[in-house]
């Protein structure tokens, strides 16, 4: 099992940068497959970003590709989220989630274990 706790939301402008981080508790983040989702009020939960286990291979939808990229450190056990060029559309509650698939891209909320409490991300036109 593993513990999620994201940090590095907050209050951004139009074509501002964040990075998100996801710090994970326990000795087996390594054997994690490793996602970003986001939920905006009234809408689904969709992903952003997934990074593989070893953190060769990643995923983006069309809809962040180009702006976002996921990496993780596993000496320090964390995920990380980088946001540049933001738009008001990306303004969403974020959240780390972890799954035990090998397979890239999984991108349904179901396919991922364990999810973190998220942090909101606000970008303001």
């Known amino acids: 099992q593993v513990q999620l706790v994201e940090s590095g939301g907050g209050l951004v402008q139009a074509g501002g940068s964040l990075r998100l981080s996801c710090a994970a508790s326990?000795?087996?983040?390594?054997?994690?497959?490793m996602g970003w989702f986001r939920q905006a009020p009234g809408k689904e939960r969709e992903i952003v970003a997934q990074?593989?286990?070893?953190?060769?291979?990643?995923y983006y939808p069309d809809s962040v590709k180009g702006r976002f990229t996921i990496s993780r450190d596993t000496a320090k056990n964390t995920v990380y989220l980088q946001m540049n060029s933001l738009k008001p559309e990306d303004t969403a509650v974020y959240y780390c989630?972890?799954?035990?698939?090998?397979?890239?891209?999984?991108?349904?909320?179901?396919?991922?274990?364990?999810w973190g409490q998220g942090t909101q991300v606000t970008v303001s036109s």
């Open positions: 989630a972890a799954t035990m698939s090998q397979t890239v891209p999984r991108t349904r909320s179901i396919d991922y274990d364990f």
């Open positions: 326990g000795r087996t983040f390594s054997t994690y497959g």
């Open positions: 990074i593989s286990r070893s953190g060769r291979t990643t």
